[in-house]
Structures are given as structure tokens and as C-alpha cells.
């Protein structure tokens, strides 16, 4: 398999991945902001410092709600907006079109078409969270459809480690939305710890599991383990994690990326529960860049081989 | 409404189909019949399964408009083109005789130049050649071969001989739709391919596998062939994934593919650096390698032309191959045919008139009302002159333009393309066609069963470019041999 086509197969995988996770964190954000009285320090400034974008301030003023669901969702100067995401999604697939069976390339470019309509006017949607709740929706469509139509081998494979990479930042990140407020917010803020986590738990469809897991009243510390380290929940990291490992077991030259994943297993498996405040904010930060380690070990293993390595 | 072969008019014209109105020729007896037969409804029913077979295949072809690139669908008339088989046979030959006399005329260029030393090639033709390089000069690859995948234009006149009007010898494109124009034919008419001798033409992959093949340099038995595209804006971008995938090659772009220090090629795969064999490239010379042509292309690999120099890759074809792809060039065919086979052409030229003598530049000044300029280099029918439909500004700027450059320019008659049933509008009417072969020299030479027939959709068109309005058809060589 050609380094490009592989390179490309996991992009794909990764910006459907994070449109998708845009859409759940600026969901969340919004019915946060919906939830919690003024005063307790939560900022829409905070959700551009969460979704890792530098460009921000250097594009606009204020930092108040339009402008950063704006910034988040139609802004094509934003690489990570949602809109930028569906067109690198769609032009990663429209260039392995001969791998990607053909719905899936189909569903890709409505999806694209959907977004532009959406997010490409002057104005956004009338209908927000609907609107975002569609697009997960349809990005959900296309995963399953890529797992039930395609062939199991070295591309899905890719494909696969693209998405879980990308689904276990995030994850790292809208864990983070929780602490950041603890952190901003202080003690004040206690008291409402309550709805502050199922509403995390809830942008990552992790309510229901969580309760079935956890049988208790919700408690920051349970929900952040429970996102981080359980084994079976698909959108927890240490699941994710699990996934990429999987599929690296039949790539080539894969030791230096094996050994990448498992310092961030370790890592995610330490013990959260004793981390609050700064500390747990700060643990993310450490695990975001072991998971970004292991990205950049994919890429300087598959997608851009030294040429004297094998000759 | 069935179809009545006494109403269709060819106007004069060659038909391929029927000889007279009303009497279809003996290869295209059972068509004519079995189309009759059928009747208008039915016909249009037809053609809606064949777009709806080309939609749900996928066939496409790419069009720049608007800053945007579109993937459009293929045109295609769903009433195939007959050819018989006797009558093949001799084009067949025909077509060998041509590719092989070119390929010895490009090694001669760029090795003894035999051909301009006994003056039968004019040495300014050469000098003045945009398409020969001269860092080529000295080499020599396999087989003596430098245009491994010809396609021929084939036209038929009024009287119904066969002309070649001009040989592709750089990247012709086509032979991907002849094979699909085939697949959704026979889905179409299924019946027919039951009750006649119709060649398939679905070999074309392992022929050009196999002679791909045979010029791998290094003697293993599943050399690495690739296909180097210059990537999904280009026009034939479907041709060129649908070639890689009937071959089993990798379709890769120029920046998966790098020069070692040992000057052998490499791809760049999740295993590693992979050594290349074999190189179809859909990439013009231009822009091939960095290093020796336009120094800002990146469509093409730094130090290729090194590697192809000193034998370890083998690239079809060959750089330079161009040379003999040129329309002055073209007029010389039937020499270059007797000097190096001392044969007699088999297929003719169509009369020629080269601006750069004197005397036939004269004769096309004064009758530019009535020739069709072409200039040398140009391909998909873009800056010419088609005389009888040019305003006399246009005719003006062309005599200015020949006066200034006549190097670049020769002149043809206006020919009364043959013409086929074609559905119109729900009726059957006759329509202007062409045809392009393609032919495949490595070890062997090898010819395709018919090749694309191109129609000019509008009526008394003649201009067959899919980019301009034209459609195209399924050919059929039909034997007839036992129905006599």
C-alpha cells in the first residue's frame, strides 16, 4: 500500500472523527452555558482555548457566542472548524475513491454538501443544536458504513487508527472542559458539580453507559475515570487506545508506534482519582501530547519513509 | 414507430452501416435487423438503461469549467459501429506496419539520424522539432522501442477508403472508454452478443500488462508496474485509476516515487521503499523530471530521466518519444514506411500540404476557404482552421500566422467523414464518426479489436472531442465469414 493512500485513508478517518466531536463539544457548550447560572465563570472563550485553535484572537475581537460558533463551525480559515473538516474530509476521500467503496464516498460529499449549506451562509442555522446533532448523526452513518462495507485489511486498518487517535484527544479534551470550569469557577461552583458532569458525560453519549457502570450518584472523579480509563466504553481514551494497538498488531515495522501506544496506556491508567483542580489539567495536557506522540510516530513510520531505511 | 432503413439518409456520405438506403452492409445485416425490429420506444428504453449502466459504473470524464473541476458522465450512443473483420485484418496490419516504421524512425533520431543523412528526413524538420530532446540522444531502450502505446485517428471519406489522419505517440487517451463503451453494450443488447461473431475487446489489460512486462529491467517474474498519474484533476484521471486497477498496478502520483543514490526508483509504501520496474506515465516529457525538464514541476520525479538513462527503469514510453508525434511529421509517414521496411503503406495519409515548402504554402494561402490547418503540436483539436466554417478574420489571422511560422503549420482537404446511425432525439440518424486504435509494441505488437469510434453528436458536426460536444459508440468487428 502506497504511504500516500494510507496517509490520506487516515485523514479521512480523522476529520470525520473530529467534525463529529465538534459538533458534540459545541452541543454540550451551549446547553452548559444554558445550565449554569451567570456568575460561575464559564466563558465561551474557553471552548476555543479547549479545541486547540491558535487563530482566534487574531481573527476576531470579542470572544463572545457568535463569534465563536462562528470561529468553531463555518470558519474556513479555522483548519479545524467543522466546515474545514468536512472539505479536507471530503477531498482525502475524493482521492482514494478506489479504496473507499462508493457510498461511503457518496455520504461523504452529501455530508460535505449539508455542511456548506449549514455553515457556509452569513448567518448561522436557525436550529443549532439540531443542525449539529444531524452531523453527528451522518458522520456516525459513515463510520458504520466504512466498518460494514469495507475490507478489514491495511487501509481500514489505517482508517481505524485515524479515527480512535483523533476520537481519544478529544475525549481528552472535553474532559477538560469539566476541570477548566472546576478550575475558573472555584468553590462556588461545587454545588452544581453535578450537572457540569452529565453534561459532559452526555456530548459524548456516555450518560447512559456511565450510569450502567457507575451505580451511584454522578461525582467528578468517577465520570473522569470512567471517560479516561474504562475498557469498554467506545469513547472512553483507554478504549481507544486499545483499538489502535489492535490494528497496529498486523502493520509492518509497526515496534517504535506499539511502544508510543503503550506510554500512553500506562499513562491514562495512573491514578485520576487523586487528581483535581490544576493537577488534572495538567494531566491532560500530558496525555494529549503522549497521543500526539503516537501520531507523530505514524507519520514518520507509514507516511513519510526515510528511503534509505530498506535499500 | 419501427425503424424504416429506407428513410435513413446518409446524404451522400460513406455510412457504415447500410451501402444504399435501405440495404445495410453484409457485417452490419443482423444490427440493422434486429434494430428494426425493436423500434422507437424500445430504442429509448435502451438508451436510458445504457446512462443509468454509466451512472451506477461510474464513467466519467472531467471537465474544467467555471474554476471548477466536474466529473461528468461519458456520452455514449447506445447503436454500436460495424466493421468487418476481412476489413480489419488489413487495417491491423496497416497500423503494425506504421508503429513499427515510427519506433525505428524515433531510435534513428536519437541515435545514427540515418534517415536525415540519406535526406529523406529533412534535417530542419528535426532542428526545429519542439518534442525531440536532445539530452536523450545515445540511447537506446528495449526492444528499440520509444512509443510503446500508439493511438491512431482513423477516418474513412466518401469513398470509403481508410486514411490515418494522425498517430498519439505521447499519452493518447480512450482506451478505457472503448472497454466500458463494450461493458454496457453488451447490457444493453445482450441478444446480440448471442447470435454474433463480435471480437471482445476486453483483452486490451493483459496485453498492455504483458508488454509493460517485458520491459522490466531487472528479470523477475512479477515485476513492479506502476501508473504515474499527475492526480485526480487531470481529464483522463478516471482512465488512469481504471487502467491501474485492470492491470494490478499501484496508481501513483510524482511524489510517491523518489531516485535513490543508486539511481534506481523508488515507492514510498507503508512497508518501505519499493523498487519500480516499470513506469506507465500519463504525465507529459515536460513535466517528468524536475532535474532535466521544467525545473518548478511537481507532478514529476527528481532524477527519473537519470534513472531511465542508465537502464534500471523502464518508462512507457519512452521521453522523447514525441518527436515522431507531430503533424509535419506526420506527412513523412509514408517515406519513413518505405525507408526503413521498403513496404508500400498499407493505410494511406490524407493529402498533405506543408506550409514550409514554398510552393505548397502558395497552394494553401489561396485555398484557405476550402483546407483544414493544422498546427504541429497541438492535440484535442485546438488551434486549427477549419476553413469552410472560419470567418475571414479567422482566415486572415491564419495566413498571417503561416506566413510568420510555416514550420508549424501544414494543410489538409476537408474530409466527408463516414457517418453511422446514431439516436437522435429518439430517431436514428446518421452522424459523423472517427475512430482511434491502440496498438502496443514491446516484445510483440499488438492491435485492438476496433479501438473508440467517436461521433459529432450535432448534425453535420464534424468535430468528435468529448470536450466539444462529441459522443461516442461501441465498435464492433463483426466476421462475416460464415454467413456467406
Known amino acids: ?311 | 414507430m419501427r425503424i424504416d432503413w429506407q428513410k435513413y439518409d446518409p446524404d451522400g456520405n460513406y455510412d457504415e452501416l447500410i451501402s444504399s438506403p435501405g440495404y445495410p452492409r453484409a457485417a452490419a445485416r443482423g444490427l440493422a435487423g434486429h434494430l428494426r425490429s425493436l423500434g422507437d420506444q424500445q430504442l429509448a428504453r435502451r438508451q436510458r438503461m445504457a446512462d443509468l449502466a454509466i451512472q451506477e459504473m461510474g464513467i466519467t470524464f472531467t471537465v474544467y469549467s467555471e474554476g471548477e473541476n466536474i466529473d461528468r458522465a461519458w456520452p455514449f450512443d447506445i447503436i454500436p459501429r460495424v466493421i468487418p473483420a476481412r476489413e480489419w485484418q488489413q487495417v491491423t496490419e496497416g497500423l503494425k506496419q506504421r508503429v513499427t516504421a515510427l519506433n525505428q524512425l524515433i531510435d534513428d533520431l536519437y541515435n545514427e539520424q540515418r534517415i536525415v543523412k540519406d535526406k529523406v528526413f529533412p534535417r530542419a524538420l528535426l532542428k526545429s522539432s519542439k518534442n525531440y530532446l536532445p539530452q536523450l540522444q545515445g540511447s537506446t531502450p528495449r526492444y528499440g522501442v520509444w512509443a510503446h502505446i500508439c493511438g491512431s485517428d482513423l477516418v474513412r471519406d466518401r469513398d470509403g477508403t481508410i486514411y490515418v489522419l494522425e498517430d498519439n505517440l505521447r499519452v493518447p487517451s480512450g482506451v478505457s472508454y472503448m472497454i466500458e463503451n463494450r461493458s454496457v453494450t453488451k447490457r444493453v443488447f445482450p441478444e446480440l452478443f448471442r447470435k454474433h461473431e463480435i471480437e471482445p475487446v476486453d483483452d486490451y489489460p493483459n496485453q498492455l500488462f504483458d508488454m509493460l512486462a517485458s520491459l522490466s529491467p531487472r528479470p523477475v517474474e512479477f515485476p513492479e508496474i506502476v501508473v504515474l498519474t499527475p492526480g485526480i484533476y487531470n481529464s483522463a484521471y478516471f482512465e488512469h485509476s481504471f487502467l491501474a486497477q485492470r492491470i494490478g498496478a499501484e496508481l501513483v502520483e510524482g511524489s510517491d516515487l523518489t531516485v535513490g543514490d543508486d539511481d534506481c526508483v523508488y515507492m514510498r509504501t507503508i512497508h518501505g521503499p519499493q523498487r519500480v520496474d516499470v513506469i506507465y506515465r500519463r504525465i507529459n516529457d515536460d513535466f517528468l523530471d524536475p532535474e532535466e525538464f521544467r525545473p518548478e514541476s511537481v507532478l514529476g520525479v527528481a532524477g527519473l530521466i537519470r534513472a531511465w538513462r542508465k537502464g534500471n527503469v523502464a518508462l512507457a514510453n519512452a521521453p522523447g518519444a514525441g518527436v515522431a508525434d507531430d503533424k509535419i511529421v506526420y506527412t513523412f509517414v509514408p517515406e519513413i514506411i518505405r525507408y526503413y521496411l521498403d513496404q508500400d503503406p498499407i493505410i494511406p495519409n490524407v493529402p498533405s500540404y506543408l506550409c514550409m515548402d514554398k510552393q505548397q504554402r502558395e497552394h494553401v494561402l489561396a485555398n484557405l476557404d476550402k483546407l483544414v490547418v493544422k498546427p504541429a503540436n497541438e492535440s484535442g483539436g485546438y488551434g486549427m482552421l477549419v476553413g469552410p466554417h472560419a470567418s475571414a478574420a479567422e482566415r486572415k489571422k491564419f495566413a498571417a500566422l503561416i506566413r510568420k511560422s510555416p514550420r508549424n503549420y501544414m494543410a489538409q482537404p476537408t474530409l466527408a467523414l463516414s457517418t453511422t446511425p446514431t439516436l437522435c432525439d429518439g430517431k436514428l440518424e446518421p452522424r459523423h464518426v472517427d475512430l482511434r486504435p491502440f496498438i502496443l509494441q514491446g516484445e510483440r505488437t499488438y492491435v485492438t479489436a476496433g479501438g473508440l469510434t467517436r461521433v459529432a453528436l450535432r448534425k453535420g458536426s464534424l468535430v468528435v472531442n468529448s470536450s466539444q460536444g462529441g459522443g461516442s459508440k461501441d465498435t464492433w468487428i463483426v466476421d462475416t465469414g460464415s454467413a456467406h
Not at chain 1, 478517518?13 to 463529529?20: L, M, N
Not at chain 1, 479545524?80 to 460529499?109: H, I, K, Q, Y
Open chain 1, 1 to 311: 500500500m502506497l504511504s500516500r493512500v494510507a496517509e490520506r485513508i487516515y485523514w479521512v478517518a480523522r476529520y470525520i472523527e473530529r467534525t463529529e466531536n465538534t459538533a458534540r463539544l459545541v452541543n454540550v457548550y451551549s446547553d452548559l452555558m444554558l445550565d449554569l447560572p451567570d456568575g460561575v465563570g464559564l466563558q465561551w472563550r474557553q471552548l476555543i482555548d479547549i479545541s486547540g485553535a491558535a487563530n482566534f484572537s487574531k481573527r476576531y475581537r470579542s470572544a463572545g457566542e457568535r463569534n465563536v460558533l462562528r470561529f468553531m463551525l463555518c470558519d474556513r480559515d479555522n483548519p479545524n472548524s467543522v466546515l474545514s473538516c468536512l472539505a479536507a474530509a471530503r477531498e482525502n476521500v475524493r482521492t482514494t475513491r478506489d479504496l473507499v467503496p462508493s457510498e461511503g464516498w457518496e455520504n461523504v460529499n452529501e455530508l460535505y454538501l449539508f455542511g456548506r449549506k449549514k455553515f457556509g451562509a452569513k448567518n448561522l442555522p436557525k436550529g443549532l443544536y439540531e443542525v449539529l446533532s444531524q452531523v453527528v448523526g451522518r458522520c456516525q452513518q459513515i463510520t458504520g458504513l466504512l466498518a460494514g462495507t469495507m475490507s478489514h485489511g491495511d487501509a481500514y486498518r489505517f482508517l481505524r487508527i485515524g479515527r480512535h487517535l483523533e476520537r481519544a484527544d478529544m475525549t481528552t479534551r472535553i474532559v477538560d472542559v469539566g476541570s477548566a470550569t472546576l478550575i475558573a469557577s472555584g468553590a462556588e461552583i461545587l454545588r452544581l458539580e453535578n450537572r457540569l458532569w452529565m453534561n459532559v458525560l452526555r456530548a459524548l453519549s456516555a450518560y447512559q453507559m456511565y450510569r450502567q457502570h457507575v451505580r451511584r450518584r454522578i461525582k467528578g472523579t468517577d465520570a473522569i475515570a470512567f471517560l479516561l480509563q474504562d475498557t469498554q466504553f467506545p469513547r472512553a481514551v483507554a478504549h481507544s487506545l486499545a483499538e489502535i494497538q489492535d490494528s497496529l498488531q498486523t502493520l509492518p515495522r509497526n515496534d517504535a508506534t506499539l511502544r508510543a501506544v503503550g506510554r500512553a496506556r500506562r499513562l491514562v491508567n495512573s491514578d485520576v482519582r487523586a487528581l483535581s483542580g490544576e493537577h488534572l489539567h495538567r494531566f491532560i495536557d500530558d496525555l494529549q501530547a503522549e497521543i500526539g506522540a503516537v501520531h507523530t510516530q505514524v507519520e514518520s513510520t507509514w507516511f513519510a519513509p526515510e528511503l534509505d531505511e530498506a535499500v
